[in-house]
């Protein structure tokens, strides 16, 4: 991967065994379907920070934060990637936001 990710500083001074601690990959960890590669572009990395966002908690605006971060995360991957597939990958990845902004309220840790 030739892009840095946004991350915060406790992502970024965490072990990689904390991290893996925490995170599930993309996807609800109930789920059996992994969204790990999803648009020809590995998202694994986006979906832990994510992950450990979540994980670390805090207030709504903090919940918000992340799930921008991850969206803005995603786009670079896919922007960083560099194909003619752009124009629909960049559109398409806003499922993904939706879907955390919908779906990830009982999972984010609320302080």
Known sequence: MGVELQSTPSYQEASHLEVLEQCNGCGPSSSKVSFDKVLGVNLFEACCIHD????????KVMRKKADIRFISNVI???LDQGSHHVWWRIPL?????IAVRVGGRK?????
């Open 93 to 97: 990845c806003f499922t993904f936001y």
């Open 52 to 59: 450990w966002d979540y994980y670390r908690g805090g207030t």
């Open 76 to 78: 670079l991957l896919i």
């Open 107 to 111: 999972h984010f840790t609320f302080k």
